[in-house]
């Protein structure tokens, strides 16, 4: 007997929403990620109606659980970021100076606040997935542009770089500080400076490959 063929769920396509309808899904998806931050994934959904000036029926309209709701937040932040790279490669004449960009950009998007939400994610699905694998090109690019300038050192990879936007963008546990903004692109500054060729020391251990951070123990 041949073995019967299985095909990965498809995403329908959302139904075009008038303006206003627009409007209000868009301030939705901006208030949750702005709580997702600030509370982690488990906050109400009646203060994000609340925060998003909307009432609890719009909301759920629009999402009808938390799942749907972190999935278009989890999407809505990696489009973000992806453009933000993407634009820094066309608009920068140096690598080195639109890698800058692109990072200083990336983290005042908290990803890394944000990356508990990816937990709740179907790895399945096929939208999220080619919205990663679009940021994950754009931001490989701007790796080997800098790379190619002579400005970026060569014993790191894009790996290097997303674990530490991961690890800076990371609320400080129990700190009971919102607006790491001002700690946040001063430390990563340093990082950058420390990513500058030549090289002034030998980094232990290899550099950080996208397959490294796939590898589940």
Known sequence: MNPVATTPPVCKPEPRLRADALRNRERIVA????????????????EVARRAGVGNA???RHFTDRVELVRRVTLYVTDRVAD???AA??????GFDALSRFVHAAVAERVGALCPLLAGVAQEDGEL?????RLELAVEALV???KSC????????????MVVLTQLTRP???SGCLDFDSFVHRHLQLFLDGLRAPARSRLPGSAATLEDLRQRP
Do not use: C, N, Q
């Open 150 to 161: 002579g400005r970026l050192r060569a014993d790191v990879e894009i790996g290097d770089l």
């Open 172 to 174: 400080l546990p129990s």
């Open 144 to 146: 080997k542009s800098a």
């Open 58 to 60: 719009t909301l759920y």
């Open 84 to 86: 933000e790279a993407a």
């Open 129 to 133: 997935a080619a919205a990663r694998e």
């Open 31 to 46: 208030a949750a990620r702005e709580m997702f931050v600030e509370h982690g994934p488990d906050i109400s959904l009646d």
């Open 89 to 94: 490669l066309a608009e920068e004449a140096d």
